[in-house]
């Protein structure tokens, strides 16, 4: 177990500890990174989706017996209002599409396309255990790298069999579903608490820009790619998510301390910040986790459930609502990139643009934490239900209308990322990578549960039916935002205070601690019981502050 020493300056009691400026700091080249990062994790992640198009012999499949579309739309054999009847047919549905190698039918390709969860689902916790323990930055790198070396075999794979196919997108799944708890264990040592919704934001915003150029471009590289179209789409997000991970190895550090490019100035700013609300960079034991307190703690639960109801909304809109358009509205959103990639065009913006008016609300003492949270969170679920529900009453006469609100729905729904998706670091900063894994993993289960439902209950394929399934969605966001109100929390929690920083604050009692006011960390002078010494000198030995002298304290972290 290594040791590092860390100076900790203690200054005059009427000075006061400004913030050094986000631009150009360590800290945003760290989300910027990380910005690319969780970019190509979603690219790899949809690139399948899009390539298996190309990758599939439609005709083949035809022949065998089905259709094959009903992989991406569901059953097309749609009832439908008589003036929304347009003439279509298994030919003209297939005829653009390019014939790939492979006869597989459709619950192969369910399988291909599932395998992913299986993997995403196993990697959430163990992703933030290993971050906590050993550091975010090297979990990333080998996550990422798994998933990128996945990826580029899934060429070979594909061509030799498809279980080994399968083999690797469960592969491709696990290092993706590392990623996010490892990230969230990381910005909990990088993030200041004033800045927490706003580097959080530039990070995760990755993920959408993701899906916005990844759609486009798969298409592209299926068409007109090299190696017959659809492996090039494997290879090209193969090389450029390498290059992203060598960048990311030569720009980040896993804590503040240990970085070699940060300015001092920034160094201290964080760590002591941190250190202000009870957090160090001290390395969690996996032996001495709180789990009881966790499972038992209402601010945990808070985020459990608001992180399961926002997924179950989620994947209503983007697993059922291309099936709902096309079996109620006849519209096929997926026959348009353009379309299919404004919804998460929006919800990128809404995550840069948010976190921005959080954080700014909470340095300027306009609104707590808890309160900040709280108000984001609730218009990120209860917006998304109210169009939702909106959308369950049109019909076939008003796809443009459909369209717009099926992109403000998603838009809106980008506010929880400044209420409970970076909540985490404010009750247990130490402990924000498990955390998330335990949310993200128990949440990633509505991804199987709200397409069954919907499947179930849409079985009659009427506009009646699907307002059922869009009304159960509404409930559970309107569920989740109900329960965060009444259980989060913007305090961090008792069992997630650092021991090492407490004994900081108590051997700088006789000085100062930090504390945020208006976004700046103030040293607040407190007395001790030394200076209640009636000998002058031993006042003055005890506290050099009393005379006006400055002095360093070496502060051990193991």
Known sequence: MTKMKYDVEKV???????????????????????????????????????????????????????????????????????????????????????????????????????????????????????????????????????????????????????????FLRVLCGIGSGALYPAMHAMLGQWAPPMERSKLCGITYAGSMMGNVIALPVSGILCQYGFDDGWPSVFYVFGITTTVCIIVWIFMTSNTPATHPRISKSERDYIIQSLRAEGTTDVKTNLCQMPWSKFMTSGPVWALIVANFCTDWGLYTYLTNIPTFYREVLNFDIQANGVYSALPFLGLWAIMNISPAIADKLRSSGTMSTIHVRKLFNTIGLIGPAIFLIGLSFIDCTQTVLAVVILILAVTVSGFVFSGYFVNHMDIAPRYAGTLMGIANGLSASAGFIAPYVASVVTRPQTRESWQ???????????????????????????????????????????????????????????????????????????????????????????
């Open 12 to 166: 005059n009691e009427n000075e006061s500890f400004k913030p050094t400026p986000l631009l150009c700091s360590a800290r945003l080249a760290l989300a910027l990174v990380g910005f690319f990062m969780f970019f190509h994790l979603y690219a790899q992640r949809i690139g399948m989706s899009v390539a298996i198009v190309c990758m599939v012999n439609h005709t083949a499949v035809l022949e065998m017996g089905g259709s094959d579309h009903n992989m991406f739309f569901g059953n097309t054999t749609s009832v439908v209002a008589p003036q929304c009847t347009r003439e279509t047919s298994s030919e003209n549905s297939t005829s653009q599409l390019k014939d790939g190698p492979f006869a597989w039918e459709k619950d192969i390709q369910g399988h291909i396309l599932g395998a992913f969860f299986y993997g995403y689902l196993v990697s959430q916790v163990p992703g933030g255990l290993l971050a906590e323990r050993f550091g975010g930055k090297w979990v990333l790198v080998g996550s990422l790298g798994l998933s990128t070396l996945a990826t580029v075999l899934t060429p070979v794979a594909a061509r030799a069999s498809y279980i080994l196919l399968i």
């Open 468 to 558: 059922i399934v869009f009304f159960i969605a509404a409930a559970v966001y309107t569920f989740g935002a109900i329960m965060y109100c009444v259980l989060a929390s913007g305090e961090i929690q008792p069992w997630a205070k650092d021991l090492n920083a407490a004994e900081f604050e108590m051997k700088t009692s006789n000085s100062n601690i930090y504390r945020p006011k208006n976004g700046n960390i103030v040293l607040e002078p407190m007395l001790c019981e030394q200076e209640q010494d009636s000998d002058p000198k031993s006042k003055g030995a005890a506290d050099p502050m009393l005379n006006g002298s400055h002095r360093q304290e070496s502060k051990e972290i193991v």
